[in-house]
């Protein structure tokens, strides 16, 4: 009898609790957990954060480490038709900008993933990076640009720094000093939560 009535709890009850929209994070290793516990990453903490605040979001986290824009192109409609997200956190393009691929390649791959959410009338909140200064002045800026320019194009919500308030402290960092440590993570969560609430 008991074995019975905790089916009925798990099919009946369960469900329900995700039953809201989703949230899909689409990005690279800065996003995936990359050496930090998959429970201290900020994915995991806006989870906890939109549970704490009471909204009804599921966040599944799509990303892959050392991902490209070309990568996330590729995977966009397959995420999208599998995971049918309401709102999509498209952070991508540091891996362009460290490896010094073309920088119109990378526009043009973060429009067409920007385009196929908006076709499945999914809200996008589109994150920017920044990239070290020996990568020089010109390549930098035109770098940084892309992003407002597609927020612009889109009328998408725009972070223009995932780790804005932190890239000066190294004490924040990995010893790669890319990654940020499980004790930068609530920063990045502050930074993401900023312009993705407007958006709930």
Known sequence: MLIRWLLIY???FVPTAWAGPTILVFGDSLSANYGVAVESGWVSLLQQRLMQNQYKYQVVNASISGETTAGGLTRIDTALATHKPAI?????GANDGLRGLPLQAMRDN???TIRACIARRAKVLLVGMRL???YG???NERFSMIYPALA???HTALLPFLLEGM???RDMFQADNLHPTAAAQPIVLENVWKRLRPLL
Do not use: R, W
């Open 110 to 112: 973060l429009d067409g």
């Open 152 to 154: 612009n194009k889109y």
């Open 132 to 134: 070290p200064p020996n």
């Open 167 to 169: 890239a000066d402290k």
């Open 137 to 139: 002045t010109a390549y």
């Open 10 to 12: 798990v099919l009946l």
């Open 88 to 92: 999509v956190i498209v952070e991508l």
